[in-house]
């Protein structure tokens, strides 16, 4: 294990588009304190990508190699599970990609593998919660400045993909090989913050298109209706087969309106809360007057290279960990629990049985007819392509 007087020597499973991307961050020097020892990747060209460390092409060797301290897994998702309860069993501290998993029993089956305490540390690549965007909104939730919230409507079709993108990756956009579409995906990153932010709903009721922009057989377009226990309600919208397409999160409090969208957190607030005003007035017409609140954020923070320093920071120093794996079940039981409703037709009532989505997927996975093209390689600057 790494100690505070030497750095921790990561490993890398998956040297892919996301994969290589953190290999030359580490690299390049920009996450001090850790040195990439090893990468491993079961393709020998990906492998070459990344000449400077020790290379595998068997996960299991690198793990059990003593080579690294830590592993970050950028593989297809379902192997988040298997080869991330391989290398916790292993004692490594584990930073696990987005979603940590494809389905909520996968989930526990994964955080269930973490025994070792918090000296061993286990994140969840959620690059998004580092926004000063969403995590000045968090801070207004939980100051109390938004007053209860009624109602959260998101609508993130920003995630415009191509043909050329599902035909880039045999694993992508199929049951058995990703085990979703948009929502495994894309959305994690939303779905993540949106937990993040409002906590858990307890109904959802959704609509899917499956295949509706794209040659695939899973979904590219979803919109989701969510009901908390307190009344609220939330709309969740989002595709890759819209373009330009919008990135609005629009939140509506009894103290006002806050928006985030193009670059711009704007607060509407209402001087006296919306349903006392209601109650009081002795006017027909009348709505409580708003103060415009300037809320300057600048920025999108530091993304992945903030969420991989804040793990080497946590494993030499102790530093508390902006996205713990173990929250990263709650992502994918809301995108676990959209999809069932879309699948059924029908409303359903949170939390999910994870074996009963588990088998929904499975029975999917078996009667799925589709015929992935072939596959296509290409080499892109992808800088602009992990956020919206
Ligand atoms: N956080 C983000 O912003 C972000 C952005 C893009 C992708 N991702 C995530 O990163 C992960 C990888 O996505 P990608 O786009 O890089 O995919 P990719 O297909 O480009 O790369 C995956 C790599 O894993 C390798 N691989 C697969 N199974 C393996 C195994 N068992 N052992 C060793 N190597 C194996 C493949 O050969 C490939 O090189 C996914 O979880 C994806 O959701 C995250």
Redesign the pocket.
């Known amino acids: 294990m790494a100690n505070s007087n030497s750095d921790v020597r990561l490993g890398i ?8 991307t953190h290999a030359r961050n580490v690299l390049d020097g920009k996450i001090p304190r850790c040195r990439l020892t090893a990468i ?4 020998e060209s ?1 492998r070459d990508r990344v000449p400077e460390a020790k290379a595998f ?3 299991s060797e690198m793990l059990r190699s003593g080579e690294i301290d830590a592993v970050l897994i ?4 379902y ?2 599970t298997t ?1 991330g309860i391989e290398a916790l069993e292993a004692g490594l501290h584990v930073l696990v ?3 940590i998993s494809v389905h909520k029993a996968d989930c526990e089956r994964l955080i269930a593998a973490h025994r070792g305490g918090p000296k061993q540390v286990f994140a969840a ?3 998004q919660r580092t926004d000063p965007h969403y995590r000045k909104v968090r801070q207004l939730i939980r100051d109390g400045e938004l007053g209860a919230i009624r109602r959260v409507n998101w609508i993130i079709t920003k995630w415009f993909r191509t043909e050329m993108y599902y035909a ?2 045999g ?2 956009a199929t049951w058995k090989g990703e085990g979703g579409g948009v929502l ?2 894309q959305c ?2 939303q779905l993540d913050l949106f937990q993040w932010m409002f906590g858990m709903p307890q109904k959802v009721r959704a609509f899917c298109g499956f295949g509706r922009h794209h040659d695939i057989e899973v979904e590219d377009e979803v919109t989701a209706y969510l009901e908390y226990a307190d009344g609220a309600n939330g709309i969740f919208i989002t595709s890759t087969g819209e373009a330009p397409g919008t990135n609005r999160l629009e939140i509506t409090g009894e103290r006002g309106r806050l928006v985030v969208e193009e670059d711009r957190l704007s607060f509407l607030r209402n001087e006296t809360p919306m349903t006392e005003f209601s109650r009081r007035s002795e006017f027909s017409f009348g709505r409580p007057p708003v103060w415009d609140v300037n809320i300057p954020v600048r920025g999108h923070g530091g ?2 290279n903030e969420i991989l320093k804040n793990f080497v920071d946590a494993i030499v120093d102790g530093t508390e960990l902006i996205a713990p794996a173990a929250e990263g079940i709650h992502s994918v039981e809301l995108a676990n629990a959209i999809l069932l409703s879309a699948f059924r037709d029908a409303s359903v009532e949170l939390p999910i049985e994870g074996a009963e989505y588990e088998s929904a997927l499975r029975e999917r996975i078996e009667n799925s007819t589709f015929q992935k093209k072939e596959v296509r390689r290409v080499e892109e600057d ?1 800088s602009n ?3 919206t």
């Open positions: 499973i998956g040297i892919g588009n996301m994969g290589s491993c990747d079961a393709v990906n092409s068997d996960p950028a593989t297809p998702h192997s988040h080869l990609e987005k979603p690549m959620f690059n880039s990756g694993w992508r495994l995906n994690p990153h993304q992945h992808l392509s992990f956020n």
